[in-house]
């Protein structure tokens, strides 16, 4: 029963960090993105970049980073989901309401960021974050399976 309840607030903790990401406005989003193409940046070339190496590395990764940070935040909420259903035993049925709360709250974070000052929402950030939901929820279930098979 413990575990049930650690699963789900884990899952509830994941959309409220989601939600926060979603509340920032648009200037504050860009400066957290910018950051770690920065940070990234120079950690890999293991020196400080100057502004205009920074502007140029920012112009060319930052959909690239912000596509990537959707879908790899959906991909640990689809984990998550689908091992939390997995405690009630795991079917067809649970990768279908995983693969479902993952598009729906996907939809709902992107429609909170229509109200949010800078933001907008967009129906490819909905299909990169169901992507990312769905392919956890297949692997763990195929993961799942071998396990059960070599048993």
Same mark, same amino acid.
């Given at each position: 029963? #413990?575990?049930?309840?650690?699963?789900?607030?884990? #899952?509830?903790? &994941?959309?409220?960090?989601?939600?926060?990401?979603? $509340?920032?406005?648009?200037? !504050?989003?860009?400066?957290?993105?910018?950051?770690?193409?920065?940070?990234?940046?120079?950690?890999?070339?293991?020196?400080?970049?100057?502004?205009?190496?920074?502007?140029?590395?920012?112009?060319?990764?930052? @959909?690239?980073?912000?596509?990537? $940070?959707?879908?790899?935040?959906?991909?640990?909420? +689809?984990?998550? #989901?689908?091992?939390?259903?997995?405690?009630?035993?795991?079917?067809?049925?649970? #990768? *279908?309401?995983?693969? *479902?709360? !993952?598009?729906?709250?996907? &939809?709902?974070?992107?429609?909170?960021?229509?109200? !949010?000052?800078?933001?907008? +929402?967009?129906?490819?950030? @909905?299909?990169?974050?169901?992507? +990312? +939901?769905?392919?956890?929820?297949?692997?763990?279930?195929?993961?799942?399976?071998?396990?059960?098979?070599?048993?």
């Amino acid at each position: 029963m #413990i575990i049930k309840i650690i699963k789900f607030i884990l #899952i509830i903790l &994941c959309m409220a960090f989601i939600f926060s990401l979603s $509340a920032d406005n648009g200037e !504050v989003s860009e400066k957290k993105s910018d950051s770690v193409i920065v940070k990234f940046t120079e950690t890999i070339l293991h020196r400080k970049l100057t502004e205009e190496e920074k502007e140029k590395y920012i112009e060319k990764t930052v @959909v690239f980073v912000r596509k990537t $940070a959707h879908f790899t935040l959906y991909f640990i909420l +689809g984990l998550l #989901i689908i091992s939390f259903l997995k405690e009630f035993g795991l079917s067809k049925k649970s #990768i *279908i309401i995983s693969i *479902i709360v !993952v598009l729906l709250y996907a &939809c709902s974070d992107e429609i909170h960021q229509t109200f !949010v000052s800078g933001r907008s +929402g967009e129906v490819l950030d @909905v299909l990169i974050d169901t992507i +990312g +939901g769905s392919l956890a929820t297949y692997i763990y279930y195929l993961i799942y399976k071998r396990r059960r098979l070599n048993e």
